[in-house]
């Protein structure tokens, strides 16, 4: 395909008009439905496996709270990572991940429209990488600790398109407990997030808590890595495009 009918495909599709558009279809689902799953085995598995042993001392129950938190960062800070990539390299053909792109462009392009997507429909393509790479954790590993921090960092990842929608749905439209997780900074809040909506349309990726957006930002790991990848295979991102109207909300958004 052309560059100029690509273009054209990509303009077309990201209008947003599309009923379509906002539906996730029955793959989307079970894609959703099986990585849902792999995370609850791993959760499940690692619990079950404390309770069959001796009972578990408090060095055990550390180890695993500080597996999950670990899986929590660890998880904030690929979030950054993973929206940076599919932001700013690839195309709407790029295989497994084109969807991915083409979404997170008419996301920039619409914000707002992220709110009115099925759950299924955003979170699919990652629950599948989920369910490839966790499942067969899941088989090999004994261990409870190990286990623990998979689940939090697999489920974590996984719904980090889930926080980064919530982030955009007015706050009176919110479940309360999703509101006050936002309050609290566990997960993602519109004021943090902002920024990414803004010129020059090249920061605060995150979208679990954001909580690693100040160190990717301020320490510009980001931009190293973006001028790293042009040096060596001489890939420019799509943030260094001037002016950049791809990034830019259009109409009401
Ligand atoms: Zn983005
Ligand atoms: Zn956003």
Redesign the pocket.
Known sequence: MSETMLHHKINSLSTIDDESWYKATWAHRAWFAAGCATVLISLAKSMLIIAAGEPADAWTWLQLTLAAVLGYHLADLGSGIY??A??NYGSAETPVFGSQIES?RA??QHPSAITKCDTAGILYTLAGVVTVAVLPINVVSSDPIFLGFVGVFAGCGMFSLKFHAWAHTPRRKLPPVVAALQDAGIILRLSHHNA??RPP?NSN?CTVSGIWNRVLDEWKVLVAMEVALFRVIGVRPRSWAEPNSE?TPRNQD
């Open positions: 929206h940076w599919v932001d997170f996301h920039h990414h909506h349309y990726y990034w």
